[in-house]
């Protein structure tokens, strides 16, 4: 589910690029949707991502550093990307749309199933192993949805 800060970064962007309402329909009409509330959590992600690279193209936007690229990690750590990838598809999962709310229900399952107290003590290994978990969580909450 979409958070409302994505949502606030995407009609930021929408404004910063003077975008007009048939240029930004027509791009959530690629991703399936007609309103950016009705985005997943990962798709908001790529939709931020593409309005970003064309702001900074026209040299109306500036990127801050990716979450986690800074950190120092043992190479048996999990990635970045994998923690960032982790957060993401927990998001898409998480049936409260606030911050706080994520972060200690991603904890708690973590814990749980993988007894891990925080998603910066995961190995690559266990990283890989929480998101195809979470990814099979959606999947179960999709195919039952449509029952």
């Known amino acids: 589910m979409i958070t409302k ?3 606030k970064k995407i009609h930021t962007l929408k404004n ?6 048939d240029a930004y ?9 007609e309103t950016s509330k009705d985005l997943p959590f ?26 986690y690229i800074d950190l120092k990690r043992d190479e048996k750590m999990a990635s970045p990307a ?8 927990w998001r898409d999962i998480c049936y ?8 200690e229900s991603l904890r708690i399952f973590l814990h749980k199933n993988f007894h891990t107290d925080d998603l910066m003590f995961l190995t690559k290994k266990k990283a890989s192993k929480a ?8 999947k179960n909450v999709k195919s039952a949805a449509t029952l």
């Open 82 to 89: 994998q923690l960032r990838m982790l957060e993401g598809v």
């Open 96 to 103: 409260f749309d606030t911050d706080k709310f994520a972060k």
């Open 42 to 67: 990962a798709a908001a992600q790529i939709l931020i991502e593409i309005l970003e690279a064309k702001a900074i193209e026209m040299n109306c936007w500036k990127v801050k550093p990716t979450k």
């Open 25 to 33: 329909n027509d791009m959530l009409f690629d991703f399936g949707v």
């Open 131 to 138: 998101i195809q978990a979470i990814i099979q969580i959606k």
């Open 16 to 21: 910063v690029l003077k975008m007009d309402d």
């Open 5 to 7: 800060l994505q949502i």
